[in-house]
């Protein structure tokens, strides 16, 4: 009997009467003897005490350099924000821990009501009014605003920014060949996206605000030249720069999403985390994925439901808009705790504090030698440069001083050698800022000067 | 529940719970030297008024979702047969190793030299679920069951389009299949062909003959089925799929049934997806995060997405950032992968979901995975004859007269035409006993279906109880239906108007 279940002896032999069978064997009599594995699972060794798991995978988490261990300074898409301790003290409750989706509503109030907040707090962010209740990431939320995109149009194509965060890119670009849609790409020059002439054949243009670059881009111009070629504008936000930023709504978007890992998640190597998604009234029987709605119960009470489920996978089946079903709740119930957390006034102080960390960083690390920046545009927790030296090497030296000092860009983009993409956080401190400065300085000078590593 | 909650008015929303001035969050020192905001983003790109979050204390953000969360019914507190969904006991241990730093504030594009305790985990997670598929090459990018199933047909469809196939835009699914299999297909840019259900609850064989052809992609089957049933005829129909050249598809939603019994790679399956959220523990969340890892054969694996995790023989030892391991071998991201379908996701996929379920596996083992699924089905044929005996099987019979896997499908018709009461009202009056209900209305072929899934961390008193408690409804309702129809009488609210919600969508807060 392992520790997780709990047939006893005697159980065994009552239940197996009960059934009417002689032995547990029996039970698998529809499955072809042929078809028996008849020898245990191999490789997967005996169960192990419930401490001895424990220092494996303690074992395992120390071969790991996170965080912790190291003055980072990557991003790229996920950042080393604060997490406060609420939302890990609410989230690991178990009544939200271990339910699952809120099929009967009247005992989920709580989860539904939350997703209802967490709802709303996206809609104030983007400026959009329907947000959904969370998708899987920021990259699969493009791709699934470009199925939106190309049921709402009936077009062909998307017309993509070079600013889109390759994963985004590249998760559009495998959804896109299964649901039959092009992907061509738009230039960005001095940090900023240069869209094309865009023919009738466009369903719609992908941006992102910030750009993968850290640039601020100014959208509405953007936007309003795909409303006038016929097309949707999406746009991958990075949600605490949406502060200060101008919103995706007020700037003509028509489909706002992102990473949410940001919003009081673990980085985790990369997930679990969230994904948001948040459209306009007209594309709101268009949206993938669970949604809670207001309602009042037999008594008069307000309570609320899952809603408009005609457009869910269980009801509409192959007409359904997406076939999203288990998401992300968990993730994006620490999203609004976190955005409660900072509240309306500590959002923007946030931000602000984010910007000016990151113009003293960029200040000081564009005024290295051998370092320029690889564009002026105005940015917010993340800036790119180019040095004049092998950055992976260069890389390799700061690592060894116990620095992260951020993203190759010329690991996604060749076009961009010698790109480095450096992003700040609050965790990051002037004198770890100043350390970064110390250490990258010395490491692009002894590359430029060929001491040996 | 808390009965003093129930009485209680509305429950605020944090908006509604928000005043002027108040806050949680205190910013660190600014540290900078601080520059005009205008100069570093001008007014012209900045939103005149910042979002209208929330103004509260941290008492009162941990007071208003500790009263939430008091409005959930969950796992941890009590029975949650909810078919095809696999709620079982979520091991606490697993929340402490994930929180481990070296493993939750790993940043996704470390160096592989600093994320070798990672990819090794990834690695050693894959190896495990291969050998439990019986198919040896894994991705573990998918976010969830939906998402594997979309890299499945996608790999299929790369398959055949690369063997110069480009015809195969169909895909056969069981009508009895979740409503995941055929949105997959639609977003797949295929076709679904529904299959047949025979009068035993197995795949129409016949049905199947006429409909598999060279168009074919693949056959989408889950098996056990959804009616929780083992398909006898599994051969033959894996010798049909295979003769019209299509790829067989195992959808994992029910793989609780099988671990270390019988392996979907030795059925003929070409590709298999697992839900990490089912099978594997990860806490469900109320909707999220799971993860859908996929498996394949040699034939396929060309096409699975990238990165892949990969190991070679360690040179000269461990990097630099691999403090203290005596590593033989090396761990690394395969992106050179020239046939694969792509990326489905950022980053390398739910990590925190892998060590959660590589935990579990670890803390099982071969005999304790085995034991998993024999007791999960015996429980679920024990609770089945604890129905039987309850005569409650007189008004809600099997839909199959059957031995069944981990799950079974009852159908309400008949308390329907005797009692009055739906299928619904015996769901909702459940929950005035503390019960979760089964899934209900699903699979679709059944009337008034209700699937019960008991898994195996139930204890046979749960068990007992649980058949008593569904007699004691029926019997109520024999007397009286008006109390079954108008329940639940003890919850938070009472029914919700559903209608009501999708006419006349509230979906934010209006502030």
Redesign the interface.
Known sequence: ???????TAS??D???D????GS?E???????A????GR?????????S?Q???G?????????????E?I?F?G???Y?HYV?A?V???I????????????????????L??M??Y???I???T?L???N??V?????AVAAAG?VAKHATGRSRFVVSRGV?P??I??L???A????MEVSLAEVLDGATRLPELDDDVAAIVLAQPNFLGA?E?LAPLAAAAREAGALTICACDPIP??????PG?DGVDIAVG?GQTLGN???????S?GFFAVTEPL?RRLPG??????????G?????L????R?????????T??????????A?AG??Y????????????A??L???T??ARSRIGALDGVELLHAR?V?REFAVSLDAPVERV?ARC??QGV?PG?PLERTDPSLRGGLLIAIT?QR??AQ?DRLVEVLGAAVAAEREGVAA | MSSFLQAADDELTIFERSRPGRRAFVAPPLEVPERPLDELIPATLRRAQAPRLPEVSEPEIVRHYNRLSKRNFDLDTGFYPLGSCTMKHNPKLHERVAALPGHARLHPLQEVDGAQGALELMWRLSQALGEIAGLPHVSLQPAAGSHGELAGVLVSRAYHEDRGEFARRKVLIPDAAHGTNPATVAMAGCEVVKVGTDASGNVDLDDLRAKASEEVVCLMLTNPSTLGLFEPGIEEIERIVHGVGATLYYDGANLNAIMGISRPGDMGFDIVHFNLHKSFTQPHGGGGPGAGPIAVGEALEPYLPRPQVVRRPAAGGAGNGAAGAAADWFYDLDYERPKSIGRLRGFQGNYGVFVRSYAYIRSLGAAGLREVSEVAVLNANYLLARLRQEGVLELLPTAYERICMHEFVLSGAPMKRELGIRTLDLAKRLLDHGVHPPTVYFPLIVDEALLVEPTETETRETLDRFAEVVAAVLREAREDPEIARSAPHTTPVRRLDEAAAARRPVVRQAI
């Open positions: 009997m392992s520790r997780y279940t709990s047939v159980d065994l009552q239940m197996l009960a059934i009417g069978v547990v029996e039970l698998f009599a529809d499955i072809p042929s078809l028996r594995l245990p699972l191999a490789g997967l060794g005996e169960g192990l419930e001895e798991v424990y494996e995978l303690r074992a395992l988490a120390q071969r790991n350099v996170s965080c912790e190291e980072s990557l790229a898409g996920m080393d406060p609420l890990e003290a609410i690991s409750r178990s009544e939200f821990l271990t339910p699952y989706t809120p099929y009967q509503p009247e005992i989920s109030q709580g989860g009501q939350s209802f907040e709802q709303t707090a809609c104030e962010l400026g009014p329907i947000s209740a969370s899987y990431d920021g990259p699969s199925y965060h994963h985004a590249e998760t670009r495998t959804m060949h299964g649901y039959g601020v100014e949406l502060a200060l930023l101008r919103s007020e990473e673990r980085l985790d190597f990369g997930g679990p969230f709101v669970r949604l809670a709605g207001e309602t009042r119960d037999v008594d009470r307000r309570g609320f439901v809603t408009l489920q005609t869910e996978q269980h009801i509409r089946r192959e007409k359904a997406s076939n999203i079903c288990t998401a992300q709740a968990l993730n119930l609004v705790i955005l409660s957390w900072l509240g309306c006034r500590g959002l923007v102080e946030l602000e504090l910007v000016q960390r113009a003293y105005p917010v890389l690592r060894a992260h993203y609050e401190t002037r800022i």
